[in-house]
Every structure is written in structure tokens, then in C-alpha cells.
């Protein structure tokens, strides 16, 4: 009976799924079938905890210890071990260089259990465990062996984990013994606490801190010892503190800033501080030497955060480099400390070396352009820029933008796009506001923008566009990982240019919507704020958060409207200089989680949603505030702005053109791919996409677009897919082949549809290959 069910359920795997499954399954085979006799291949190692009591941070400490392991075994695709598998197939001698290159670029020797040492991994494995407290676990080795293959088994006999009973302060009556006690309040380890080293590790950094904090400038954390005393009984551990007896003497002392020279231009080769060409005192007897007139000494003076005749502490150092290197003017930033010997108490001068960057550039740049709509080509960029534009580390910058792309992906569409454009920037390293920022992190320097830009985008399918836009606002950092920016006051204004005859025919009979989509300018506010733990460095589980919010035409209605400043035009909206403005709110967030499963693989997941509200002054959003889905870096499965809002299929009457009706309102869109390294260059990827676009209010010409919540979930595409993408450190080109799974205006019933990769018609209608630079997300 159970032969007949699995020869049933074999028979009837969908077609498309026999070969990749053969294929994994030849792959398998093959990471042994090239094995001398006698040798096994290392396929890893598996840990089990025994335990009296429920072990805290059970899969934290597992995956530790496997990380530990040594050798580590070949990676592998779900059970493929591929690079083993390229390893064999190139040979034993390759001689062409396709063959050399799979072995030795993709291929990777396979790992064998003779690498293996089981008595040095248990000692391995003990010592980490004694570390977390654990300081008399038993690990238990026993190995399994097959044929051809074989791998560990490890088994954890722990008992209850010793636990902090005390910790004792420095016994010794000492300047520094003092401060390091009155911190203790403040300590990483409590009563109670298992016995970790690595807390240990973290406690004698903040206590080095502190101390350095109080002008203690040569101490650091190897003068800090803890002595652990576990006779104590119970499973518990007494710590001790105490100093390092080879503390050196000017360690325990505290240092005063005497002091403070400023060398604006220090240069690496020579001395420049001995024959300053140039000597400025500024306040609180700093000096700037070597200055002439390359800043405004009120730039530096902000900079620099110690004061003479004050204690040495390390956030005034942190505070110092930061702000300089932040500045954006200098190559290279040096703090020099030097110890002042003929003074009656301990102190310091500090010589700040400063070597500045060129001040004017001129760049060209030819570059790859490649969209979320699909059009790639060719771009073109000559830049200006000036360091230091008015002597306070002002950034002005210039640049002259031309792009030439066609669509690709599109289908039946064919389209080119020409694009040109002037842009100015000045940023001043400071906020200029009438109003202080109290709750600004004074870590990070803030910035000031004020930026104009002018662009032409002509779009041989649809009509061209001439937009301008100027801005003034902020950008902070709060920390590491966080960052935001507000703009108070956003200007842009649009003016439609050459229309295509299809277009013209369009927009004679929908004026209110042309009028709002491109005749209304903007008028307004912008926020964004960014979280990316990614910043940190490498780690398991990351995250990114971008969170929009875009506000505008509120302040002039309520001025024309609500005090009766204005008068309505005969279209029932309000007009300023003869031309109205447009009214919206408009909020989006975009959150990414990065999970890293070790050996080059990760896991991507990205949510992103957002709602757009016409009001007041307009019906509809403006047309670059718009949602749209599809293409290289959405809903892969689907071309460019081909997919929503809703049911809605573009008509027979747009084949093969742009369609202004595919945008909305309403924006979900959720992605999950996972990705895995193939070599140091070449990545892979299967992903799936899943969304939709909607409108809030019903249109006569677009039938199925109004988001409805009982229909909603029914029109969400889904597709799927596999990428690859080549890694060239200075850009990564990506190739997505994707298929859809659900499409929202099919009439067949059910959701999914119907998968036919073996049909070539199937495959025309289908398969959307994505050509993009970067990741998606």
C-alpha cells in the first residue's frame, strides 16, 4: 500500500519539476562519486544539549558553537553542494580555460572527514562553553560514518551555568580607584547574571571609558582585571576587581588640556607647526596656524571641542574627529597629543593637523542607466564642485545630466526616452534656522540644503515633460544607523510639452485630469527618516526602515480658502499667479529584513505600502507622486507600469504604448528572495513578488482599479523567479528571469495560473527577463 502512494505521487510531479529535481539529485551524487577508496566526504556536524534546567539563549549558544567547528563542510544549495560538484566536473588537469576556471574560481575541493579532528573540536567546544559559564559541561564525541560519507555528532551534557554573586570594587584608596568605583553603579554585570567573558570583556571597555572620560588619557582596558573566585559554592562566582600590576604611572593620573593649536594645513612630509607662514589666536588662547584665509576660523574653531585648561575626555575627542572628518574639506584629520614635562600637574598639548582635500573639482562620468520602468541606456554627467564654496566648508556643486534609453521588457512596447537636466547645490555644514535643534545628537554634524534643478524628459510613447524644482531644508544623523531629513519648503512646477497623437486624443477629453496630473505646481513639505542596522557591520539578522511623508498645498489653501485670500477660478479651484496649485498628502514606508545563514547565503524580505490623498485644491495626485508597479526592482514577473491599479487591463487601444492610467493611489507590494554566492563574483537568486497597485476613487476609465477591502487580496499579482547577478565591487549587474503566478485581470478561474514552461507560446507570453544594475532591495 505505501509503494503504490509514493509511485502515485511520483507520477504525478508537474513536469516543469522533474528536471530541476533529477538535476539536484545528479548533483548530489556527484559530490562523492569522484572520491578515492577509503575516503568519506565531511557533510557537517549536529549538536545536542542535555540539560537539568532550561537553557537561556539556547539557539544563540548553538549556533556559536557551530560556527566554532572546524572544518567547516562544502556549501550547498538545499542538498547540492555545488561548488564541490563544478570542483569534479572541470577534472583533474584542466587544460582549457573555461575548465581552470570553473575549478579554481567557482569549484572548491571537497572537504573529507580525514580534515577532521573530533579530540581537538571537544576541547574546542569545552572551552567556549566554560566561557558562558559553563566551566564543568561534559561534550560527548561520537562519529557517523557511511559509505561515502560521514559527519559529528556532539552531545552537550550541561549542568546549571555558574552565576555573578558580587562584584567587588578596587580595594585601594587611589584617585582612579575612586572614579572606577562610583561607576560601578552603571555596571554591565548584576547579581545573578551568568558568567559570560565576553560581558567581562564589555564591562572593562566601559570602565576604560569612563576613566578616560575623567582626563585618565593613558589608561585603557588591559590595566582592568577581574578575579573570579567560584569556592564559594552554590554555582555561583565571586568577581573581584582589581588594577593590572603593570599599570604604568601616568595611567593613574589625570591629564589637563594646556594648550590648543589648530594647523589648518598640515602637510605629511614636513613639520609645518615649527614655521607657522601664518598665526591667528582665536578664544580660550586656541591658535590657528598655517590658515591663510583657506576658512573661516569660526569653521574650525565649532570643530574642535576641547578646551584649555580643562580635563582630557574621550567624547570631546569623538566629537573633534567626527565634526572635522565631517566637515567634507580634509584628507586627513590627526588629534596629536603631547605630554607637557616641565608642568607642576599633568598636562597636554594638543596640535589638531589638519590636511585638506583639493577644493575645486571637475568630473565627466559615462555611465549605465537603468530604471525601475524599464528603459536602459546610456548617461552622460559633467560635474562641479567646490569644498569650501565661501570659506566655511560650504559644498556647491553643479551638474550638467543627459540620458538616451530604450525600453526593454516591455513587450509589444516600443519606446524611447530622452532626458536632460541642470541641477545646483549648496550645502552648509551647519543648521541655519531661527529656531535651535536641542535633540540633535552633537556627535554628527548637521547640514543645511538648498538645492535648484531644472529637467527635460521627452518619452516618444507618451508626451514630454519640462519640470523645475527647488528645495530648502535639513539633513541630521542621530546615530550609526539613523539618519533624517526635512524639507520645510518644495517647489516644483511642470509644464507639459509635445503630446503623441494618441496622448493628444487623451487629454482633450480628460482636462480636470490632465490639469491635476500636470498643471497644478507644488507647494509644500517633505519628511524621510532612515534606519539601516546594516551599518553596524556584518550580523546575522539586519534590518532597514524608510518611512516618507509628503505634505502639499496645505498652508496656501487655508490662506486663499480658509481666510479668504483667494478666489476660486471657474474650474472650482484656487489659483496663484494664474495657476493653481496642487493639494495632497501623501505617507510611504519601506521595511527590509536581511537575514545571513552563513556560507554566502541570505535571506531577503522587503514590505513596502503606501497611500496617496488628493483633497481640497485637486482630484487627483500629481503625476510624479503617483504608485506604480512592475519591473526590475517590483513585481518582476510583470513589465514596467503593465500591472494595475486593481483588475484593470490595459486596453487593445494602448497596445503597445504607455498606458497613464496604470498608476494609483494605493500601493502594497511585498518580496522575498533568497540569496546564495556561487563565487566571489557570481551570486544567485530564487525570489517570489507579490502586490498590486489601487485607486481610492472609482474612474470611468479604469474598471476594477477602486480598492475594494473584500476584493483586494483577489487582485494581488504574485510571480516568481531566479536572478543572477555578477559582482564587479564597483557595481553589480543583476539578470532576473521571472513568471507570474497570479495575474489580477485573467478571467480564467481560480487565482493561480496555469504553468506551461514546456509550451513555447507559454514561454512568449511569460518569461520577463529584468536587465538591472544593484540589488532591488
Known sequence: ????????????????????????????????????????????????????????????????????????????VLWWRYRVWFYNVAGEDPRDGVRRWMKNRIGREPVLWSDFDGQRTVRLLEN??????????????????????????????????????????????????????????????????????????????????????????????DFVIFRADTTIGNREVKLALSLNPATPPNALQPYTIRNTIINANHSLETDSSRQPSDTLSLDNNVLLINNNNLFKPATLERAVFFENEKLYNTRDHDLTINHLMGLGVFKFVNLRFTEVNEADTPMLDLQVQLTPMEKKNLGIEIRGVSKSTGFIGPGLSLSFSNRNFLGG?????????????????????????LEAGVGSELTIPRFIAPFGFSDINPLYLPRTKISLNFNYLSRTDAFSVTSFRSQFGYEWRQSVTSNYRFFPLVFNVFSLGTISEQYEEFFSTEVLFRRGLFEQFLLGSEFSSFWNTQLRGQQKHAWYINYNLD???????????????????????????????????????????????????????????????????STTLPYIKLFTTGGSNSIRAFHPRSLGP?????????????????????????????????????????F??????????????????????????????????????????????????????????????????????????????????NLAIGYPF
Open 646 to 686: 486593481g483588475s484593470y487591463s490595459s486596453p487593445d487601444s494602448l497596445a503597445g504604448s504607455f498606458d497613464i492610467y496604470q498608476s494609483g493611489d494605493i500601493k502594497l507590494e511585498f518580496n522575498l528572495e533568497y540569496r546564495y554566492e556561487m563565487t566571489r563574483i557570481i551570486k544567485g537568486a530564487v
Open 551 to 617: 505634505l502639499s498645498g496645505n498652508i496656501a489653501w487655508l490662506l486663499l480658502h480658509g481666510l479668504n485670500l483667494g478666489k476660486e477660478s471657474e474650474e472650482g479651484d484656487y489659483e496663484i499667479i494664474t495657476r493653481s496649485f496642487s493639494q495632497y498628502s501623501k505617507t510611504d514606508f519601506d521595511v527590509r529584513y536581511y537575514l545571513d545563514m552563513g556560507h554566502g547565503q541570505r535571506l531577503v524580505s522587503r514590505l513596502a505600502a503606501g497611500i496617496g490623498i488628493a483633497y481640497g485644491n
Open 128 to 221: 567556549r562553553l566554560f566561557n558562558r559559564g559553563y566551566f564543568d559541561a561534559v561534550v560527548n564525541f561520537e562519529p557517523l560514518e557511511k559509505e561515502k560519507k560521514a559527519s559529528a555528532k556532539f552531545h552537550l551534557i550541561l549542568p546549571p551555568p555558574y552565576r555573578i554573586s558580587d562584584v567587588l570594587p578596587l580595594d585601594e584608596g587611589s584617585e582612579i580607584a575612586e572614579f572606577i568605583n562610583t561607576s560601578m553603579e552603571k555596571s554591565l554585570l548584576r547579581e545573578g547574571q551568568i558568567y559570560q567573558l565576553s560581558n567581562l570583556r564589555k564591562e572593562r571597555e566601559r570602565i576604560s571609558k569612563h576613566v578616560r572620560d575623567e582626563g585618565f588619557f593613558y589608561f585603557n582596558q
Open 1 to 76: 500500500m505505501t509503494a503504490n502512494i509514493k509511485t502515485y505521487r511520483l507520477l504525478t510531479l508537474p513536469k516543469w519539476l522533474v528536471l530541476p529535481a533529477l538535476l539536484l539529485a545528479l548533483g548530489s551524487c556527484s559530490s562523492t562519486r569522484y572520491l578515492d577508496e577509503g575516503q568519506k566526504l565531511y557533510t557537517g556536524s549536529d549538536i545536542t544539549i542535555e540539560s537539568e534546567e532550561k537553557v537561556e539563549n539556547k539557539r544563540e549558544l548553538v549556533s556559536e558553537l557551530n560556527r566554532a567547528i572546524r572544518p567547516q563542510p562544502n556549501e550547498r
Open 393 to 417: 566648508a560650504e559644498h556647491f556643486s553643479i551638474n550638467l545630466d543627459g540620458a538616451y534609453e530604450v525600453l526593454i521588457g516591455g513587450g509589444d512596447r516600443r519606446a524611447t526616452s
Open 688 to 769: 517570489a513578488d507579490a502586490g498590486n497597485i489601487w485607486n481610492l476613487r472609482e474612474r470611468e476609465n479604469v474598471p476594477g482599479g477602486k480598492f475594494d477591502s473584500s476584493e483586494f487580496l483577489n487582485q494581488v499579482a504574485l510571480g516568481t523567479g531566479v536572478g543572477l547577478r555578477l559582482n564587479f565591487t564597483f557595481f553589480i549587474l543583476r539578470f532576473d528571469l521571472a513568471f507570474p503566478l497570479a495575474v489580477p485581470y485573467d478571467d480564467s478561474p481560480g487565482y493561480f495560473q496555469s504553468i506551461k514552461p514546456f509550451e513555447s507560446q507559454w514561454r512568449r507570453d511569460n518569461l520577463v527577463l
